[in-house]
């Protein structure tokens, strides 16, 4: 959440030490004549093996020194690592440059590969570089489209693209999935970003694209550098259709990621920043928070309120409003005191829900404040270069921040957790939702003065034992203009220390937040989860983050963070989730349901609830000043939301084990079309409809006062979910009108199989009491396929689990696999019945359905063992 303070960004005092001053600054993009005038680099000492490739670069002329100081002297490493993946890095020969932390982004494992399906070629003076696809000759890379610069505060390196590329990736924005290729910059420095309007840098980093060239393959391209960065994609006369990335530190470490189907780079960038995290079951289940619940009561109130109206909730969430003087760690004594929230969980437990609660990085440094005593004693925080605390302003007023790289900081972490969050004593909650993780500092700059004041004043009690290693290899390079490097940085927020934590801020290890920046919110929400797991051993931990870095999905689930009640915000949601679901591999992810600022109508609501429900994360949520938006607060919205959650909640196990499949291959379990029609060139920058799972069509309407959507429908045979009627998809897009307030229009893929429960409930706890059935929805040779996944929903190590694969062909239906999952009492692993769509009469053992032009076998069969029948 945000409240604004310090009024618009473009007002941003500058920082106090200006060197240079910002008249001084270079314009961003005055350069690329001085930069083709750089000598580059001319390679040497080339030495290569089966399987890998090294040589020196040492500048070939005379120092441009265009930003800051060439670096003459570089190291070429090649690996041809696994058939699908090359790493090509160019480093500092010293290797003292900054590189990501092992600990953040653990390198990927590797062996030689046997017969790479990509090429690497170079040319020596000046160097250059290209990677080639061996089967087609397809130049994928290729960066002789201008001069190598590698500084001490500014990295340079441009590759030619074909024109009219398909690129998706380089988040978090808000942009369109396909990125715009022309005059287009992506900014990559996380930053706090409140209402802000596409083409902005906003809460995350992923410094990865997909380039998808229809038949001739799709590739991804990852670079592993976490500094600020401005990813220029443009297409001019001179120099043609190209990308280039603009980096004021770190060293160039790319991962190329050979595909060649869309789904084959998802999984190869898993291979990478390791797959995603599983999650319990009952996080399908629908969520409700809101910034501005009063007290305690008011949150009891809404849970009674969505039972009354039948409106399934799963988890109840609370905002910093619980918190005493929103401090971390506290209860308001006087609004939701800890007997009385003690009561309200206790209550969700035994009704089957959940709660979570929010924290904040930043810690109330009053006095007699536990969390920071303890904390500031353990030496856990970031020092100023008097090794006092560093101050700034947040929620609780002036915090310190918490080092994630001091050695103390995790158990002090998990103490306050274990404590606050006692089952026995505190709150016994269920996940934890870390925010303003930036991380978000209320102090504009390096010069405030209530900071000042409150620094004065402070009571610091001297680290026992500071030991911070002032330099070391890969830690970074000393004495760079911390604050403004003359390569300009666009970020919304002004200069890059704007409304955050300073970059000049030296963390444990002696590494710098200028170069540490774009993790600090990956690294709270790890240690986050790494605690949860602590308090559950055993239990797949939920923790949702606001901040997040490449490799984040491995550990945490992210929101798209403060949106607005607007149809441009509901839209924004369905594109942000194509790109981190099949891109970046974080599939738990959603929008604020119904939007975060600005008051909801009942109409965008109603439409929201429907919309939210075929996306992985359902949380409504809202800002404290908006009118309440809770489902049951409007007739047709809660109508929808009934509809919406019966269906979300009968496709649960379908999509759970969609994300099973994620979380153990990366297969995406949320496609975008290109994902399943590659070669369709219609496809490739839908960005409106989207596949939950890859079975179901999902095209909602897209504005207000509209009962009416037009959508794309691939040359397939697709079946209307609601009626069952087959639809041949003819390369075309189709109109459907008439499309009430209570609906949304789905589509089955022909060839697919969808499990669901036969009958939906009130909680996921009860849901896996119901019986399923399985739904047969056969492509043009009557064939069709799906897998379903059991287990017990929540732990973390499953000896006894269920794999079953589903086929239909012709007639003849088997489940076959593995049926390891003992169903826990009351839980149902029955099939009651089986559905087989598109039949034109009535055939064997079924019972025909001659509106819905299908065929119904009952059973029951046990998901014990193969069992099969035919028609
Ligand atoms: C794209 O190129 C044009 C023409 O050179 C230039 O004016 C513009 O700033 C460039 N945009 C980006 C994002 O690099
Ligand atoms: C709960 O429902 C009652 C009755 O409709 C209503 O008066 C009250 O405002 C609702 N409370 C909340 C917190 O939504
Ligand atoms: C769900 O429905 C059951 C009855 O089927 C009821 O006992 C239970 O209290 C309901 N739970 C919630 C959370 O509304
Ligand atoms: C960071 O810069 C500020 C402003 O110039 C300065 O006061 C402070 O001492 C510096 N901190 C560190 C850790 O270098
Ligand atoms: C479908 O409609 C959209 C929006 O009206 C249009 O941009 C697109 O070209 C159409 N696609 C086809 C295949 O006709
Ligand atoms: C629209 O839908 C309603 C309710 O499903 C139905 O009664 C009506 O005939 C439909 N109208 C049109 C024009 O299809
Ligand atoms: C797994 O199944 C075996 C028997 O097949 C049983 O002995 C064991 O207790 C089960 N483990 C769990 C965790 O349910
Ligand atoms: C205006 C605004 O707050 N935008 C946010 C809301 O919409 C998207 C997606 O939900 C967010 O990423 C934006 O930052």
């Not at 500084?151 to 398909?166: F, G, K, M």
Request: a negative charge; one cysteine or more; hydrophobic letters at 35%.
């Amino acid at each position: 959440m945000f409240l604004v303070l310090w009024g618009t960004a473009a007002a941003a005092p500058a920082p106090v030490d200006p060197s240079p001053a910002p008249s001084d600054i270079p314009a961003v993009f005055s350069s690329s004549n001085a930069i083709s005038n750089c000598p580059g680099y001319e390679a040497s000492n080339i030495v290569e093996t089966d399987s890998s490739l090294t040589a020196d670069l040492k500048l070939a002329g005379a120092s441009c020194n265009i930003y800051s100081e060439d670096i003459k002297d570089l190291k070429l490493l090649v690996e041809y690592q696994t058939n699908e993946r090359l790493h090509v890095k160019i480093f500092d020969a010293g290797e003292n440059v900054f590189q990501v932390h092992e600990q953040v982004l653990p390198r990927p494992k590797h062996e030689r590969a046997q017969s790479s399906a990509l090429d690497f070629n170079f040319v020596e003076k000046p160097f250059s570089f290209s990677v080639k696809r061996k089967e087609n000759g397809e130049v994928l890379f290729d960066t002789s489209a201008d001069q190598l610069i590698f500084e001490t505060q500014y990295v340079h390196l441009r590759t030619r693209l074909p024109d009219h590329p398909n690129l998706y990736g380089l988040g978090e924005h808000s942009d369109p999935f396909r990125l715009v290729t022309q005059n287009y910059q992506r900014v990559l420095w996380n930053a706090e970003s409140p209402n802000i309007p596409t083409n902005n840098n906003l809460y995350g980093t992923h410094p990865v694209y997909f380039d998808h060239r229809g038949d001739k393959g799709t590739h991804g391209v990852f670079l592993l550098n976490a500094n600020a960065n401005n990813i220029n994609i443009n297409r001019t006369d001179s120099a043609g259709q190209y990308l280039e990335y603009n980096t004021i530190g770190g060293v160039i470490d790319l991962y190329f990621l050979a595909g060649k189907q869309p789904i084959d780079v998802s999984k190869q960038y898993a291979e990478v920043v390791g797959l995603p995290a599983m999650y319990p079951y009952w996080l399908f289940g629908f969520q409700q928070c809101k910034y501005g619940y009063w007290d305690v009561n008011m949150v009891a109130e809404v849970v009674g309120n969505y039972s009354t109206a039948n409106i399934p909730l799963e988890v109840m969430w609370t905002d910093i409003d619980y918190m005493d003087l929103r401090q971390d760690f506290t209860v308001d004594p006087a609004r939701f005191p800890m007997s009385k929230m003690r009561e309200l969980v206790d209550t969700l437990h035994k009704r089957d829900q959940r709660y979570v609660l929010i924290l904040d990085p930043g810690i109330h440094t009053a006095p007699g404040y536990g969390p920071y005593d303890r904390g500031h004693q353990k030496g856990v925080f970031l020092k100023a270069s008097d090794d006092s605390d560093y101050l700034g302003v947040q929620w609780a007023g002036v915090v310190a921040w918490p080092d994630w790289f001091a050695p103390t900081t995790q158990d002090w972490w998990t103490d306050e957790i274990t404590r606050a969050f006692n089952p026995e004593t505190g709150i016994d909650l269920d996940g934890l939702w870390v925010d303003m993780n930036e991380a978000s500092n209320f102090c504009p700059n390096p010069g405030s003065s209530r900071v000042k004041a409150r620094a004065a004043g402070a009571q610091d009690v001297q680290r026992g034992d500071p030991v911070q290693a002032k330099d070391g290899p890969r830690t970074g390079l000393p004495n760079r203009d911390w604050f403004n490097p003359k390569y300009h940085i666009n970020n919304h927020q002004g200069d890059i220390s704007g409304r955050t934590l300073w970059t000049n801020i030296t963390n444990y290890d002696g590494t710098r937040q200028y170069d540490t920046h774009n993790y600090y919110g990956h690294m709270m929400a790890t240690a986050t989860q790494n605690s949860m797991l602590m308090r559950r051993p055993g239990k797949r931990p939920f923790v949702m983050t606001r901040s997040t870095f490449a490799g984040s999905g491995h550990k945490v689930a992210h929101w798209f963070g403060d949106n607005q009640s607007t149809w441009e915000h509901y839209l924004t949601s369905i594109r942000q989730m194509l790109a981190f679901v099949a891109v970046h591999q974080m599939p738990m992810v959603g929008s604020d349901v119904c939007g975060f600022n600005m008051d909801a109508s009942e109409n965008l609501c109603a439409r929201w609830a429907m919309l939210g429900a075929f996306q992985p994360f359902y949380r409504n949520h809202a800002e404290y000043s908006t009118r309440p938006q809770e489902f049951y607060q409007w007739p047709t919205t809660t109508k929808a939301a009934q509809k919406a959650i019966d269906i979300r909640y009968k496709l649960m196990d379908y999509i759970y084990t969609a994300l099973y499949y994620q979380s153990t291959t990366g297969q995406p379990m949320i496609n975008p079309t290109f994902y399943l029609y590659p070669n369709d060139a219609n496809t490739f920058d839908l960005q409106d409809q989207w596949f939950y799972g890859d079975a179901l069509l999902i095209t909602p309407v897209v504005s207000d006062f509209s009962d009416t959507v037009t959508f794309y429908l691939p040359e397939d045979t697709f079946y209307d979910y609601w009626t069952g009627q087959k639809v041949i998809g003819k390369g075309e897009n189709v109109t459907i009108s008439n499309v009430t307030l209570t609906d949304i229009p789905v589509h089955v893929r022909g060839g697919t199989i969808i499990p669901h429960r036969k009958h939906s409930a009130n909680t996921t706890t009860l849901l896996r009491q119901q019986d399923f059935y399985f739904l047969i929805a056969p492509d043009a040779d009557g064939n069709a396929k799906g897998r379903l996944y059991l287990d017990d929903g929540e732990s973390i190590e499953q000896p006894n689990k269920s794999e079953i694969e589903l086929t239909y062909d012709n007639g003849k239906f088997t489940a076959t696999g593995q049926f390891g999952y003992m169903p826990a009492s009351g839980e149902s692993v029955t099939v009651s019945s089986v559905v087989i769509l598109g039949q034109d009469k009535a055939v064997g053992v079924g019972r025909w359905s001659s509106e819905a032009k299908s065929i119904e076998v009952e059973g029951p069969w046990k998901l014990s063992g193969n069992w099969g029948f035919n028609l």
